[in-house]
């Protein structure tokens, strides 16, 4: 898959940028590209212009030596594209992207939409050593630094796309094949030698700055950091709605397509 690409600070941001009306931009989740948000792209684009790309060190961005902030790259990339304010849509670490953005450039940002997000400067508790969760990363870890991407795929799918309370057997086996695809790709990417420069004050204490309306979305099956972050961002954003999606994960937009396309629709349309 390749569409474009944009000189930014360094490098060649690689995105896509479809359909015609008010401006959506989708980013995606650090265990996937631009790939992502495939299923979204015919709904979204019957009445939207649609944004999407990859972050450095992911897809086909490139991420060469020097400094850098997420945030920047999606204003520059907004900038080239001659987009002064659009919805932003995030997952994972694409919504703690979404979220630097729209605090540092609140005016920018219509509408906001945070898909199991993360969020700079929450403080996530330490594992136990014989916790699950933990065991489930340290094998992960353990089998990509050893070269072995197939089987750190499949646990990081598990992980991440089953959730902890489910087997594979228990999802859609397309949709468990699309995300093992996704994460897989993702594992095969030099993330590159750039320095990400960190937002201060931290994000989290900054939050009473967004000002566009922010749909707030979790996967009943996902992390309980991914809710209890769910619940600093709802507590600290002005205007919100906070929705649990049942029966999905950390990628309920590929899991739960329609319901989530419907979802996010109506939100953007409210």
Sequence with gaps: MQYQFAEINGTQIHYDD????????????????????????????????????????????ANPPGSFSDHDDLRQLLDQLGIEQAAVVGCSIGGQTAVEFAVTHPERVSKLVLVCSGLGGYQYPDLLPDDPLMNLFQA??????????????????????????????????????????LVRAALGVAKGEGQRLPVEPPPIEQLGN??????????????????DVAKA????????????MADTAHLPNIEKTAEFNQLVLDFLEA
Excluded: S
């Excluded at 790309?53 to 897809?59: A, E, F, P, S, V």
């Excluded at 967004?210 to 809710?227: F, M, N, R, S, Y």
């Excluded at 961002?233 to 649990?244: E, F, M």
């Design 233 to 244: 961002l709802a507590a600290g954003i002005g205007d919100t709605r906070r929705v649990t």
């Design 210 to 227: 967004i000002t566009a309306p922010t749909l707030i979305i979790v996967g009943a099956e996902d992390l309980p950091d991914t809710v």
């Design 18 to 61: 479809q359909g015609a009306g008010t401006a959506v931009v989708f980013i995606h989740a650090g265990i996937a590209n631009l790939g992502m948000w495939d299923e979204q792209m015919a709904a979204f684009t019957e009445r939207h212009r649609v944004v999407r790309y990859d972050m450095r060190g992911w897809g086909q961005t």
């Design 140 to 181: 992960a870890e353990e089998a990509a630094n050893r070269g072995d991407l197939d089987t750190a795929a499949e646990l990081e799918t598990h992980l991440w796309f089953d959730g902890l309370n489910r087997q594979p057997a228990q999802v859609a086996p397309d949709k468990r094949a699309r995300a093992y695809g």
